[in-house]
């Protein structure tokens, strides 16, 4: 009875189905509604939050891909929100530890300014932030406008090459500006 088995068995097929995956193409892991904490050397630093994640790590150059958008904030030694990074889409290239963030990139940091643009890279080997793109800058006291923006990672620290434009911003000024202008007003009178 064994040997028959055996027999029956030589006369099997396996059937080897020959199906390329590209690793360009095909991330190696696909997860959703993702929450997650990075650290650095040890100490969190980031948690990261997006809808959708991919990552290809077969690629020639392994990197991930956040197609639905992400949202970076860079967490305190108490672990509370220093600072953000929300954007549509963004890439990471692991070997040269390289993000390019894209579509409606916004900023704040730990003073509260605003940094928006639509294109930004964030080189984690050198610390820092640069863009070629338009970028809008709302601090406290004014607003700034131009192209060629570099900044330490905490965009504390930073550099507009070519600036297109400064605003101051006065509270009362914009309180007035709000205001019906009075009959006598020479403004009104000048219209």
């Not at 995956?21 to 948690?47: A, F, K």
């Not at 990552?55 to 509370?80: R, T």
Request: aromatic residues 10%.
């Amino acid at each position: 009875m064994c040997l028959m088995l055996a027999a029956a068995c030589s006369h099997d097929k396996t059937a080897i189905v020959d199906h390329a995956i590209d690793p360009e193409e095909v991330p190696t892991v696909t997860s959703h509604d993702v929450q997650t904490i990075i650290s650095d050397n040890g100490v969190t630093r980031y948690r990261i939050t997006t809808p959708l994640w991919l990552i290809y790590e077969e690629a020639k150059e392994p990197h991930w891909i956040f197609p639905k958008g992400v949202l970076a904030e860079e967490l305190d030694s108490a672990y509370n929100n220093a600072s953000t990074i929300r954007c549509d889409s963004a890439y990471f290239f692991e070997r040269k530890q390289l993000w390019h963030l894209t579509g409606n990139v916004r900023m704040t940091n730990v003073n509260g300014d605003v940094i928006m643009t639509n294109e930004i890279y964030w080189d984690q080997h050198k610390r820092q932030l640069y863009s070629e793109s338009f970028i809008h800058i709302e601090k406290q006291e004014r607003v700034i406008e131009g192209r060629g923006y570099v900044s330490n990672e905490n965009f504390t620290t930073y550099t507009l090459r070519n600036v297109e434009a400064i605003f101051p911003i006065d509270e009362e000024q914009l309180g007035m500006q709000n205001q019906p202008a009075a009959p006598n007003d020479s403004t009104h009178q000048a219209l």
